[in-house]
């Protein structure tokens, strides 16, 4: 007989995984601008998550192409490997668990903000360029920014029909 746990239990043992990750994040960009200085660790920090969100991407593809899924923006978060259970609407303004971590660290290191701003954009663009081959993705409000939500909107792109991605190549 499986073992069964709260649903609270897991939702705050998902954000636990998150906030450690968001604060490993955070420490890895830290180190690279005190190393480098901003603009580089910037460069580099926007090639590496481009690197894991179209690794990412391609697996979806995989997964989307073996179960006879259509490519579309409206299947990406059905295809996406991002636990949501740990995005709980009962925190409001912190319902993202990322966000959560780097508005506490943004409100001690206001440089933060533009590393917090480039994770979430380049993965969610890369991500939606590479599933849909068809499709860019813009956030329109971020709670990174000082938004109460996170909102985007996908949108046909000619540049993605190309080939071309917003932020690297494969």
Known sequence: MAEQIEKSFAVSEVRNMAFQFSDLYFTFVSELR????E????????????RRAAERALDMVRRAEEQGIPRTPENILRMTDVPFLGWDASFGREMCPYGAAWNRRISE?????RFACLYCDVTDTTIAEIYTGTHSHKLYHNVVLGDETCEREYFPSEEVLAGKLTYGTL
């Open 34 to 37: 005190e190393q480098m200085g």
């Open 39 to 50: 603009d580089r660790a910037l460069e580099i920090a926007q090639r590496v998550i481009f």
């Open 109 to 113: 290191n206001p440089w933060f903000r």
